[in-house]
């Protein structure tokens, strides 16, 4: 006997039966069908109706409503509905963007550029991209094999294509996927060209795809398109190389791309920039989609690198590069002598023997400095050259901006909005993604991120010392800033809105003993940029928190960062007892702010 239904149930039954009937995928469609089936039939069994009632659940979730371009544009789980990842969305979203290509040039023919990691249905989502683009009239060029998202955002670049798109969900979890979009060509002619997709944009892609019709009328081309040979590979390896110097190359580097389609380029740019000491993770060198080796493809996520780091105490290596598995991001990992345990000789792991992950803001602001020198040295100033980084990222590269003569401008999160800082010159945010080349690549690139970071750490190598002596050095010249981040992840989404309701209506007096003198709630705008759902919280001391809902995945985060004064000739004992007292404030901080957010 069925579960008895509402109308609005019955009416989403056959909302499901609709889609079945219209999804090109058996696997999906059959997926859809045996959910329908255990609501449906359930015999009179208590644990059949329990199971009948959590499909229903599943069902609603699935078609309550359907996926948005957020921060990274489209992302979810590969299951059947319009709130997940599947070739139906994916060929809606293309007819969309077709649609709204095709009316933005219709005295001409919208070139555009398709490139896919080697995720589960990634390769197949960029060829329905191809197909259903070239049938509404597009000029459409795929990448040959997987590549790594900043190979596709270069060649885009490169080929002058008015719009780019991506298959990837970056460092999602194995049963995600994802889909970017980027304009430029004769769609974007300003600052922003090249790169992701922000308002109105993104509001007028989705009003196209609104308006597409089932996907069974959706026109698909059965070949027409272009594709790319390896040449789009050498092409950016070429490109990247622009960027070697010559500095020493004595380094010992361990590599990981934790299973992504990063390895084998960032092993050509190394290899070809002079670094010959390159040891891989063979564990996770090859792509694999389903992330064996690591419980979340993401370096920022504990345990991701500790393969890594075990390689690089075996091989005493200097430097670990970790990119993420569409090889956009890069964690850098070092041997920090602060961290280490006592008796060092005798430890058996790597975090003992004081390895350690650079925070993203410690790797922004080495990459920062290098390329303000740089940009100094050429002649470039304030008026035509900007450093720039999220509102949530580190306000030291602001220091550093001033310091070598440069601008300055902090941006809503995302690389979508970063990109786009006039005459910019490099760009970051805290979460490992970093811009060092952005006439290259208008977005966040780990690969030419790596170049960079080796080549300072090798230089640094050269003369006795590390990439952490070289934070030391930021310290005594423009103060201590430390950051760390707090974060939530939340199985049921509507806790993430009333937690960010619970703070605005009670946000704490203090912060590790110093009174809040300032709250602002960012949907109003802040200091000129547009409104977006966070909180800041500014202290007395100048500590700062920034709450916001991740873009990306299920969590509120918490950006908190401290700022102490450091004499600019103290040695490294005083700087260490500044590093300690800071992170016992940071921690004071992490613990009033889980108070403040119900968490404890």
Same mark, same amino acid.
């Given at each position: 006997?069925?579960?008895?239904?509402?109308?609005?149930?019955?009416?989403?039954?056959?909302?499901?039966?609709?889609?079945?009937?219209?999804?090109?995928?058996?696997?999906?469609?059959?997926?859809?069908?045996?959910?329908?089936?255990?609501?449906?039939?359930?015999?009179?069994?208590?644990?059949?109706?329990?199971?009948?009632?959590?499909?229903? %659940?599943?069902?609603?979730?699935?078609?309550? %409503?359907?996926?948005?371009?957020?921060? *990274?544009?489209?992302?979810?789980?590969?299951?059947?509905?319009?709130?997940?990842?599947?070739?139906?969305?994916?060929?809606?979203?293309?007819?969309?963007?077709?649609?709204?290509?095709?009316?933005?040039?219709?005295? *001409?023919?919208?070139?555009?550029?398709?490139?896919?990691?080697?995720?589960?249905?990634?390769?197949?989502?960029?060829?329905?991209?191809?197909?259903?683009?070239?049938?509404?009239?597009?000029?459409?060029?795929?990448?040959?094999?997987?590549?790594?998202?900043?190979?596709?955002?270069?060649?885009?670049?490169?080929?002058?294509?008015?719009?780019?798109?991506?298959?990837?969900?970056?460092?999602?979890?194995?049963?995600?996927?994802?889909?970017?979009?980027?304009?430029?060509?004769?769609?974007?002619?300003?600052?922003?060209?090249?790169?992701?997709?922000?308002?109105?944009?993104?509001?007028?892609?989705?009003?196209?795809?609104?308006?597409?019709?089932?996907?069974?009328?959706?026109?698909?081309?059965?070949?027409?398109?272009?594709?790319?040979?390896?040449?789009?590979?050498?092409?950016?390896?070429?490109?990247?190389?622009?960027?070697?110097?010559?500095?020493?190359?004595?380094?010992?580097?361990? @590599?990981?791309?934790?299973?992504?389609?990063?390895?084998?380029?960032?092993?050509k740019v190394l290899h070809r920039a002079g670094f010959d000491k390159l040891i891989s993770v063979a564990e996770q060198y090859e792509p694999n989609a389903d992330f064996p080796t690591v419980s979340f493809p993401n370096p920022e996520e504990p345990g991701a690198i500790d393969l890594a780091l075990t390689y690089a105490m075996r091989f005493q290596a200097d430097l670990v590069i970790a990119n993420d598995p569409d090889a956009d991001r890069c964690a850098v990992a070092v041997k920090d002598p602060r961290t280490a345990a006592a008796h060092a000789h005798r430890v058996t792991t790597p975090q003992a023997a004081g390895w350690r992950m650079l925070h993203g803001d410690e790797v922004g602001s080495l990459l920062g400095n290098v390329i303000a020198q740089r940009a100094a040295a050429e002649? =470039?100033? *304030?008026?035509?050259?900007?450093?720039?980084?999220?509102?949530?990222?580190?306000?030291?590269?602001? =220091?550093?901006?001033?310091?070598?003569?440069?601008?300055?401008?902090?941006?809503?999160?995302?690389? =979508?909005?970063?990109?786009?800082?006039?005459?910019?010159?490099?760009?970051?945010?805290?979460? @490992?993604?970093?811009?060092?080349?952005?006439?290259?690549?208008?977005?966040?690139? %780990?690969?030419?991120?790596?170049?960079?970071?080796?080549?300072?750490?090798?230089?640094?190598?050269?003369?006795?010392?590390?990439?952490?002596?070289?934070?030391?050095?930021?310290?005594?010249?423009?103060?201590?800033?430390?950051?760390?981040?707090?974060?939530?992840?939340?199985?049921?989404?509507?806790?993430?809105? *009333?937690?960010?309701?619970?703070?605005?209506?009670?946000?704490?007096?203090?912060?590790?003993?110093?009174?809040?003198?300032?709250?602002?709630?960012?949907?109003?705008?802040?200091?000129?940029?547009?409104?977006?759902?966070?909180?800041? @919280?500014?202290?007395?001391?100048?500590?700062?928190?920034?709450?916001?809902?991740?873009?990306?995945?299920?969590?509120?985060?918490?950006?908190?960062?401290?700022?102490?004064?450091?004499?600019?000739?103290?040695?490294?004992?005083?700087?260490?007892?500044?590093?300690?007292?800071?992170?016992? =404030?940071?921690?004071?901080?992490?613990?009033?702010?889980?108070?403040?957010?119900?968490?404890?």
């Amino acid at each position: 006997m069925a579960i008895p239904l509402t109308e609005d149930e019955l009416l989403l039954l056959d909302e499901a039966r609709t889609w079945i009937d219209n999804d090109p995928e058996g696997l999906t469609r059959h997926e859809l069908q045996r959910l329908l089936d255990v609501i449906t039939n359930p015999d009179n069994s208590s644990a059949s109706k329990g199971r009948s009632s959590q499909a229903l %659940g599943d069902l609603k979730d699935r078609f309550n %409503g359907s996926l948005q371009f957020g921060t *990274a544009g489209l992302r979810g789980a590969l299951e059947a509905g319009p709130n997940r990842m599947n070739r139906s969305v994916v060929i809606k979203a293309a007819a969309g963007l077709g649609a709204y290509l095709t009316g933005q040039l219709p005295h *001409a023919t919208p070139q555009v550029v398709i490139g896919y990691d080697a995720r589960h249905y990634s390769k197949q989502f960029a060829l329905d991209s191809a197909a259903v683009l070239t049938a509404a009239g597009c000029s459409v060029t795929i990448l040959n094999h997987a590549l790594p998202t900043p190979v596709l955002a270069y060649t885009m670049k490169r080929l002058g294509s008015d719009a780019g798109i991506v298959v990837t969900a970056s460092h999602n979890p194995p049963q995600d996927n994802g889909y970017k979009v980027y304009l430029g060509g004769r769609i974007v002619v300003d600052a922003g060209q090249g790169a992701q997709i922000v308002p109105p944009y993104d509001r007028e892609i989705a009003q196209a795809i609104a308006a597409t019709p089932p996907v069974r009328d959706i026109p698909r081309a059965e070949s027409g398109w272009f594709t790319l040979d390896d040449n789009a590979v050498t092409s950016y390896v070429n490109a990247v190389l622009t960027l070697k110097t010559p500095s020493p190359r004595d380094l010992t580097i361990v @590599l990981t791309p934790l299973h992504g389609v990063g390895g084998s380029v960032v092993d050509k740019v190394l290899h070809r920039a002079g670094f010959d000491k390159l040891i891989s993770v063979a564990e996770q060198y090859e792509p694999n989609a389903d992330f064996p080796t690591v419980s979340f493809p993401n370096p920022e996520e504990p345990g991701a690198i500790d393969l890594a780091l075990t390689y690089a105490m075996r091989f005493q290596a200097d430097l670990v590069i970790a990119n993420d598995p569409d090889a956009d991001r890069c964690a850098v990992a070092v041997k920090d002598p602060r961290t280490a345990a006592a008796h060092a000789h005798r430890v058996t792991t790597p975090q003992a023997a004081g390895w350690r992950m650079l925070h993203g803001d410690e790797v922004g602001s080495l990459l920062g400095n290098v390329i303000a020198q740089r940009a100094a040295a050429e002649g =470039k100033t *304030a008026a035509n050259a900007v450093l720039a980084n999220s509102i949530v990222s580190s306000r030291l590269l602001s =220091k550093i901006a001033e310091k070598h003569g440069l601008g300055y401008q902090s941006t809503l999160t995302g690389f =979508k909005w970063i990109a786009r800082a006039k005459d910019l010159v490099y760009g970051y945010e805290e979460a @490992l993604g970093y811009c060092v080349a952005p006439e290259l690549v208008k977005d966040k690139d %780990g690969i030419s991120a790596a170049l960079v970071i080796a080549q300072l750490a090798a230089t640094l190598h050269a003369q006795g010392k590390t990439l952490i002596d070289e934070l030391d050095d930021l310290a005594r010249e423009h103060g201590l800033y430390l950051t760390d981040q707090l974060s939530a992840r939340f199985l049921d989404l509507s806790q993430i809105p *009333a937690t960010m309701s619970r703070l605005r209506a009670t946000p704490p007096s203090a912060l590790a003993g110093s009174p809040i003198t300032q709250v602002v709630d960012l949907v109003d705008g802040y200091e000129g940029l547009p409104p977006t759902d966070g909180l800041l @919280l500014l202290t007395d001391d100048d500590t700062r928190v920034i709450v916001r809902p991740s873009g990306t995945e299920p969590k509120v985060k918490c950006y908190i960062e401290v700022i102490s004064p450091v004499d600019s000739d103290a040695d490294t004992a005083q700087l260490t007892t500044v590093r300690h007292e800071a992170r016992e =404030k940071i921690t004071a901080v992490r613990a009033d702010m889980t108070r403040a957010l119900g968490l404890d």
